[in-house]
């Protein structure tokens, strides 16, 4: 699995998201170009693709790491993880988790956090064999 940072938004990346966005959740709306390139631009979020084999290998998946300073330290936060249906099970989901850990680390970061859905009993099992513990903590959101 070749695991690499988005750096450059072409219509193949755009293509990508288009089908991968879905996939990751029915709700959601695919990020528009100018969007995706703010991600790619951000210092505050790093894109991760998964491909095959190689660079010329088609996108397989892709994960976002956010990493941010607060008062006690550097933090990151994986979201929006998503590999293809037909890809599932082949070990990308696994190459890009760690190779946002190793990012992460890279960036500083003391911890790195993230929420899985109870129903998405694959991912939790990839997040608790790379050694991710579950934490007992209340997460509340609030919708604007």
Do not use: C
Request: no cysteine; glycine share 6%.
């Amino acid at each position: 699995m070749h695991i690499s940072e988005l750096t450059v938004v072409n219509q193949e990346v755009l293509d990508a998201f288009a089908h991968l966005v879905p996939q990751l959740s029915s709700s959601a709306r695919v990020p528009t170009p100018a969007e995706i390139q703010d991600m790619v631009d951000s210092r505050a979020s790093i894109v991760l693709i998964a491909r095959d084999s190689g660079p010329a290998s088609p996108i397989l998946g892709m994960l976002t790491l956010v990493v941010f300073r607060i008062p006690t330290g550097v933090r990151a936060w994986i979201e929006d993880v998503v590999v293809d249906t037909a890809a599932r099970g082949q070990g990308a989901g696994e190459a890009l988790t760690l190779a946002a850990i190793e990012r992460a680390r890279q960036e500083g970061a003391k911890t790195i956090d993230l929420t899985s859905r109870p129903s998405r009993e694959a991912a939790n099992r990839l997040y608790l064999r790379v050694g991710f513990k579950p934490r007992q903590t209340n997460l509340y959101r609030y919708d604007l």
